[in-house]
């Protein structure tokens, strides 16, 4: 990347304007130990959701609730995010960021457990959006899921495409860095899905399904 890039980079991360909802769940994220979704990636979820009108979004991976909360911020009132994460205290930061920004219980539906055992119940076609950030190595069984789940016209976001610039370079051979190379092919080389990876944060792999 050229010394330029690299400032354009770092200048888009720093743009979006962060209130104190989002500063308290960032804050709550760091003490649980997880990662939050850079600034650049929840101003873009925000936008994505918007523009996609979705109504029904699951999100794995709700950690303290920071993509939660900008997500919900791109939705309708009568939209529903379901956040799915395996640890109860995580969900419980998440509920408390969400409640924070002023969404109303009744728009969110937390759902504890492994994403891989989640899934499966959740019903076919009936999803505007999925966004995928819990557990890299699971990737390609979550974008396989997403596609059942997606209607036509969905949108399936995966968080950390390009796993720290790893992706990109080929001397980069880790198991969790090849799943991530894996997973982008899956869904650029899918017919039924018309795809675009960004490298906001640390890349954001977008399909829409046809
Ligand atoms: C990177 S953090 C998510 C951050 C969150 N999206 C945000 O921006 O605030 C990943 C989350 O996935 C959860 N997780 C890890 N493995 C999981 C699994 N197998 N199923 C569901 N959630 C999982 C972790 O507990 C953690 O909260």
Request: aromatic share 4%; glycine share 10%; net charge neutral.
């Amino acid at each position: 990347m050229s010394a330029d890039k690299s400032t354009s980079w770092s200048y888009t991360e720093g743009l979006p304007a962060e209130d104190d909802v989002l500063l308290r769940a960032r804050e709550r994220s760091y003490e649980l130990g997880v990662t939050p979704v850079s600034q650049g990636v929840g101003a873009a979820l925000t936008v994505l959701t918007a523009a996609s009108k979705a109504q029904t979004v699951v999100e794995i991976g709700s950690g303290a609730g920071v993509s939660g909360v900008c997500l919900l911020r791109g939705l309708g009132r009568q939209a529903v995010l379901t956040t799915i994460d395996v640890d109860v205290e995580h969900l419980r930061a998440a509920r408390e960021a969400y409640l924070e920004s002023g969404s109303p219980a009744n728009r969110t539906r937390t759902i504890s457990g492994r994403a891989a055992d989640v899934l499966p119940r959740l019903t076919d076609g009936a999803y505007d959006l999925v966004f995928i950030d819990a557990d890299k190595p699971s990737f390609p069984v979550y974008v396989d899921q997403a596609m059942r789940l997606l209607k036509r016209g969905g949108m399936l976001i995966v968080n950390d495409a390009l796993d720290k610039d790893r992706v990109a370079n080929p001397a980069s051979r880790d198991e969790t860095t090849n799943v991530l190379r894996r997973v982008g092919k899956t869904v650029r080389e899918h017919e039924d899905f018309v795809s675009a990876l960004i490298p906001t944060g640390d890349g954001l792999l977008l399909g829409v399904k046809r």
